[in-house]
């Protein structure tokens, strides 16, 4: 079994010890991580190393940066999305795995306000996403593309829609980019797995929303149908989330049956 996750750590250097916890109990084979906020060269691989995994870093300072971890060496390894020479945010981040899965970590733009110009600079940040995943698919390539999205795909991923009605990651053109890669073939590990679950994977510092459990599901993990066929579970892991100094995010997970390649 092969073990996939990843997790919005909101600054990695003030959650490393929550992450390294993390991964002590739950040993993933992967771990993708967004907005470790530290450039790519500050970025601490030395205790990762000693638990047995590398890293491959797309990094900047202050803001956004993702990361792999990996157990395994990783290989071909891409940090820009393709589509946008100017585009110098470190959202994005390739590579490809042992066994010949392209991964494929991602801190999708927010967007908001709606009325400015992130919100079209968000869809045009996933059509460009679209557009990497269609090449891939198009190769035939195993592809598992894990993130935040910030992207709420259903009204039964959020607390209460209408509370969130203007808000950027629910507006119907978010969605349709969703669905966009949803209809390449991708399919959404943990909605595979747990089809009429209400569950959440982020909660604001304010308004008392962890203990209210007034959350939102907008980290995903999306998998090509050949590894969708060998999925097994997934999850969302929601005890860093109560922590000391927790993130606002907590790990979500795939499980799936390793296959010849």
């Keep these: 079994m092969t073990v996939v996750a990843t997790w919005n750590v909101n600054s990695i250097k003030v959650r490393l010890p929550l992450v390294l916890d993390w991964l002590e109990r739950a040993a993933p084979d992967f771990l993708f991580l967004q907005e470790t906020k530290c450039p790519t ?13 590398q890293a491959a870093v797309a990094g900047q300072k202050a803001y956004n940066g993702v990361a792999i971890l990996s157990k395994t060496p990783l290989a071909d390894i891409r940090t820009d999305l393709p589509g946008d020479a100017d585009d110098a945010q470190a959202r994005y981040l390739e590579a490809t795995t042992e066994g010949g899965v392209r991964l494929a970590c991602l801190y999708a733009p927010n967007g908001n306000p709606v009325e400015s110009e992130k919100f079209p600079c968000k869809l045009a940040w996933m059509d460009r996403l679209a557009a990497r995943a269609r090449a891939h698919l198009d190769e035939g390539r195993p592809l598992v593309m894990g ?12 607390y ?9 990651l629910i507006q119907p053109q978010s969605r ?4 966009t890669l949803l209809n390449l073939g991708l399919v959404d590990a943990f909605r595979a797995c747990h089809a009429d679950a209400i569950a959440y994977s982020f909660w604001d510092y304010q308004g008392g929303a962890w203990p209210r459990n ?8 999306l998998l090509s149908p050949d590894l969708a066929d060998r999925l097994a ?8 989330r ?12 795939c499980r799936f049956r390793d296959g010849a390649r």
Excluded: C, L
């Excluded at 993130?147 to 959020?158: A, K, S, T």
């Design 41 to 53: 060269e500050a970025f601490p691989g030395d205790p990762f190393r000693e638990r047995g995994y």
């Design 147 to 158: 993130g935040d999205f910030n992207i709420i795909p259903e009204d039964r991923d959020v």
């Design 160 to 168: 209460d829609p209408q509370a969130v009605s203007a808000d950027a």
């Design 176 to 179: 349709a980019r969703w669905r």
């Design 214 to 221: 007034q959350g939102m599901r907008i980290d995903h993990i």
């Design 233 to 240: 579970d997934a999850g969302i892991d929601r005890s860093p």
């Design 242 to 253: 109560g922590a000391d100094k927790a993130s606002d995010h907590t790990p979500v997970w």
